[in-house]
């Protein structure tokens, strides 16, 4: 999927976002860097405050207050989008750049009806009339897989189960053709079966538009079954980020190896799964040195005292110091 002749669609950039409060300044996101390609999908996981969303909102301008991006770049098609003025993100957000929340319901207005929200999306970013906004808009319903799209879009949200929201949800971030989609959490709201119908949808989308997709969740199973690559994040950084076979089964860094150990196999006769002993720290209590070194198995001094940075180890980059040069060999005694 992805091609390093090609200019990246999203770059982000040494991202940092930072509250301020009474108890005075919160390191929310530090020095997060990474890309996507055209048409592939980056699979962003991690548990609940890892920073994951944060990193969402950050790229499609929708930080709350007291939350600002302090210092990095974030660079859509080669140009800097973070500093642009309100109006003009508003702009790029919607044309080319999508958003699919985990409730459709903060995406979809109750009083409107879904084709009225649809056309106005369409209206706002496409020189379209009325009529062709509405023919593309039931269009885009059938496309999402909707049955009786252009009775339904008459229809209102409450009307619509969940899973078929969700689906509505898909067609109005795709309405005006963005070249990147942020899908935070989209599945996860949902039961088992509309899951995997939605993943499926989503594959397909990427597949014949070319959409790019970043995809936030916790579930580790959606990120193997949708994602060509995959960045695991732990107290607002980036641990690993790799291709997603060999990040699901050669987990580098300690975390991730504790994330992987804690998913039950089909078939496996294993007695226990790992578990990560401890939890991820408080924002006002992020320790020393690497984040995860209370927490972590192969933890020495270097861990407690130095930020690891994200270091190559084959097609992965893992933010682990068992991985610098003069610790390679200490990979044999964590693997």
């Not at 980020?241 to 987990?251: F, L, T």
Request: hydrophobic share 40%; proline share 7%; with cysteine.
């Amino acid at each position: 999927m992805s091609s390093p002749s090609r200019q990246p669609l999203l770059e982000v950039r040494n991202l940092r976002v930072e509250f301020f409060g009474r108890r005075g300044r919160l390191l929310a996101l530090d020095d997060v860097s990474f890309h996507i390609d055209p048409g592939e999908v980056l699979g962003v996981v991690g548990e609940s405050g890892a920073g994951k969303s944060l990193t969402g909102a950050s790229i499609i301008g929708l930080l709350e207050p007291p939350g600002r991006i302090s210092g990095g770049e974030i660079l859509l098609e080669g140009k800097r989008i973070d500093n642009l003025p309100y109006e003009e993100l508003r702009r790029i957000r919607g044309r080319q750049i999508g958003a699919i929340f985990q409730d459709p319901l903060t995406s979809l207005n109750p009083l409107y009806r879904v084709g009225e929200q649809i056309v106005e999306t369409i209206r706002t970013h496409l020189p379209m009339s009325e009529q062709q906004a509405r023919k593309r808009g039931i269009e885009l319903l059938q496309e999402v897989g909707i049955p009786s799209a252009a009775e339904r879009f008459d229809h209102y949200p409450h009307q619509f189960s969940g899973g078929m929201r969700q689906r509505v949800v898909i067609a109005l971030a795709l309405c005006a053709e963005p070249k990147l989609i942020i899908a935070d959490e989209p599945t996860t709201a949902l039961d088992v079966s509309i899951q995997a119908q939605i993943i499926t949808l989503l594959k397909r989308l990427c597949r014949d538009h070319g959409t790019a997709v970043m995809l936030v969740t916790h579930d580790m199973g959606v990120i193997a079954e949708t994602a060509d690559r995959v960045a695991v994040m732990y107290a607002g950084r980036i641990a690993e980020i790799g291709p997603v076979q060999d990040v699901v089964k050669r987990a580098r860094h300690p975390y991730t190896h504790g994330l992987m150990g804690a998913i039950p196999e089909m078939g496996a006769d294993i007695d226990k799964l790992t578990q990560i002993e401890g939890a991820m720290p408080r924002l006002n209590s992020i320790p020393p040195g690497c984040a995860f070194n209370p927490r972590c198995p192969s933890a020495f001094d270097r861990c407690r005292e130095e930020k690891p940075y994200l270091l190559p180890v084959e097609r992965s980059q893992v933010a682990c110091w068992l991985y610098d040069e003069t610790g390679a060999r200490r990979e044999a005694a964590h693997g």
